[in-house]
Nanobody, 126 residues
Framework: QVQLVESGGGLVRPGGSLRLSCTAS????????MGWYRQAPGKQRELVAT???????NYADSVKGRFTISRDNAKNTVYLQMNSLKPEDTAVYYC????????????????????WGQGTQVTVSS
């Protein structure tokens, strides 16, 4: 089984910073893209940022220049550094990983599929 565990959310004032972390664990063969999505009350889940295994990044226009995504492949961990936070950044942030499992050392890797974390609340308010 694969688990994604997020941490780092909380309450911060406008203009402040937070750093989210997400670590994948379990019978992982390889991790392709990792990313962060968010969902505000009454809205659909939206992409925040993604990063490939090679380090190529993609950001939503609303966070460009303020958020930075990075990853540590050796630790199966993705980070989201969020600066200059605004009230409209308030949402539950979800970690995503597209990965292949290998349940047993003698088995073939599975087809790639998406896994999600449980979400972490980020609230930006004065």
């Amino acid at each position: 089984q694969v688990q994604l565990v997020e941490s780092g959310g909380g309450l911060v004032r406008p203009g402040g910073s937070l750093r989210l972390s997400c670590t994948a664990s379990g019978s992982i063969f390889t991790i392709n893209a990792m990313g962060w999505y968010r969902q505000a009350p009454g809205k659909q889940r939206e992409l925040v940022a993604t990063i490939t295994s090679g380090g190529s990044t993609n950001y939503a226009d609303s966070v460009k220049g303020r958020f930075t995504i990075s990853r540590d492949n050796a630790k199966n961990t993705v980070y989201l550094q969020m600066n200059s936070l605004k009230p409209e950044d308030t949402a539950v942030y979800y970690c995503n990983a597209n990965l292949q499992e290998r349940p047993y050392i003698w088995s073939s890797p599975t087809e790639p599929r998406d896994y999600w974390g449980q979400g972490t609340q980020v609230t930006v308010s004065s």
